[in-house]
Nanobody, 123 residues
Framework: QVQPVESGGGLVQAGGSLRLSCAASGRTFSTYAMGWFRQAPGKEREFVAVVNWSGSSTEYADSVKGRFTISRDSAKDTVYLQMNNLKPEDTAVYLC????????????????WGQGTQVTVSS
């Protein structure tokens, strides 16, 4: 099964920015909502943001609202997560997935996940 591929993670100081990309080519992904989650060691997978199939509607977790922006570029088959004013508590593996069911705020909404990209924020 085709998987999305994340990139753009890295090490950044608190207050810095990163932009994550999720390459998800083809009709397999373009007609579905796509979301970002994150998972820190020993913790459950946590919802970050979701964008609908057209890019016209977005939702965010309260913890990232005002700092993160999700978007998608249909011409490039890519979903982005712009992360500003990063905090040490944002440190996690960030994963993107295809939201095939429900609202996209729960992991159970997703049927395909990427491998993830590590984001580490130092204080």
């Amino acid at each position: 099964q085709v998987q999305p591929v994340e990139s753009g993670g890295g090490l950044v100081q608190a207050g810095g920015s990163l932009r994550l990309s999720c390459a998800a080519s083809g009709r397999t992904f373009s007609t579905y909502a796509m979301g970002w989650f994150r998972q820190a060691p020993g913790k459950e997978r946590e919802f970050v943001a979701v964008v609908n199939w057209s890019g016209s509607s977005t939702e965010y977790a309260d913890s990232v609202k005002g700092r993160f922006t999700i978007s998608r570029d249909s011409a490039k088959d890519t979903v982005y997560l712009q992360m500003n004013n990063l905090k040490p508590e944002d440190t996690a593996v960030y994963l993107c997935g295809r939201a095939r069911y429900g609202s996209g705020r729960q992991p159970a909404s997703y049927d395909v996940w990427g491998q993830g990209t590590q984001v580490t924020v130092s204080s």
